[in-house]
């Protein structure tokens, strides 16, 4: 617990950010079950093929879109893990703005337009950027402290 005890109090925002965040990724895998149902696109069946089933593609955009966000996960995770030790506050904040941008670019992308992920989705990458430099200013804070 001694290390907990290190951590400033502000840090429990950014706890509670990334479990926010897990439930959006439960409410992205729930739809893409709801689709796979629809579609009859059956396990382990990962991406339907166009040649063999009409809704290949608005299925094919609902998996990506939470695909996708599968793939950014530890990325985001560990830049608020590291940059919320100096700025909790600042991390929760861009923690927020990014599971917003991900929530929209998840639903754009459901749409089975692609582009439509890139209207508020695309946002999330100044979430990614701010967590960037947050985390590096926490690695240049450890140096020089």
Known sequence: MAAVELLPREYGYVVLVLVLYCFLNFYMAAQVGK?????????PT?????????DAKIFNCVQRGHQNS????????????????????ICAA??????????F???????GNPQNRLSIGKYG?????????????????????
């Open 70 to 89: 599968l793939e950014m996960m530890p990325m985001f995770f560990t830049l608020m893990i590291v940059g919320g030790i100096r700025h909790p506050l």
């Open 35 to 43: 689709a796979r149902r629809k579609y009859k696109v059956f396990y």
């Open 46 to 54: 990962m991406y339907a093929v166009e040649s063999e089933n009409k």
């Open 105 to 111: 670019y998840f639903t754009g992308y459901a749409t």
């Open 125 to 145: 990458f100044v979430a990614i950027m701010g967590l960037m430099i947050s985390a590096i200013s926490c690695g240049i804070n450890l140096l020089i402290a």
């Open 94 to 103: 861009l923690g927020v703005l990014y599971i917003v941008t991900r929530y």
